[in-house]
């Protein structure tokens, strides 16, 4: 019960958490690499859990079936490093007035549902809350030129020298649909996912 903080990397045994309710002054949890674990039911039950990281550390392949556990938590802190979220549902957002952080690769989720998080957690910061990350690009016509990514499924990586008009388009766009979806239920911004 008095354990606070938990990091645990490569388990390809492990398919399910344990029963937290009795971690009463668990804050933090990492859970890095674990192949069989694709439900995260039962991290509700942990009172204290502010922090919690799931996913790769290098090749991003974890599948969560759904991060909807995570609602009505009191998490501030929120990392997903994998390759999918499955049910696509992420209304549990509307239930962590305290978010101040969430962090994931800048691809994984389509930019509307990016800027949909950043406008109803306006706490919150971190990669994809904003329509650019800065970077070295690579891409046909740049080798590591400065520039910056664009979030958002299978958006580009455009270099500065080129392309600033087209990077402040992107930001454009971005900002306004911030305004379109705040306060804005999930369900209503994407009435195709459930």
């Not at 309710?21 to 942990?46: P, Q």
């Not at 406008?119 to 690009?137: F, M, W, Y």
Request: charged share 20%; aromatic share 12%.
């Amino acid at each position: 019960p008095q354990l606070e903080y938990v990091y645990w990397h490569t388990n390809h045994r492990i398919e399910t958490l344990w029963d937290m309710s009795k971690n009463y002054a668990l804050k933090g949890l990492v859970i890095n690499d674990f192949s069989r674990l694709h439900n995260i039911d039962g991290i509700e039950k942990a009172p204290a859990l502010r922090y919690f990281y799931i996913g790769n550390g290098i090749w991003l392949t974890t599948v969560i079936d759904s991060l909807m556990p995570l609602a009505n938590t009191g998490i501030t802190h929120l990392e997903f490093y994998g390759k999918k979220i499955a049910d696509g549902n992420l209304s549990f957002f509307e239930t962590l007035p305290e978010l101040q952080s969430f962090n994931c690769p800048t691809n994984l989720l389509t930019t509307e549902q990016f800027a949909w998080i950043a406008a109803n957690c306006p706490k919150a910061q971190g990669r994809g809350l904003k329509a650019t990350e800065d970077g070295p690009v690579y891409n046909s016509k740049h080798c590591g030129a400065p520039g910056t990514y664009i979030v958002g499924k299978r958006k580009p990586a455009l270099a500065f020298e080129d392309s600033e008009a087209r990077i402040q388009k992107y930001i454009d766009a971005f900002e306004a649909m911030k305004e379109k979806y705040r306060g804005v239920p999930f369900g209503k911004a994407f009435p195709n996912i459930k």
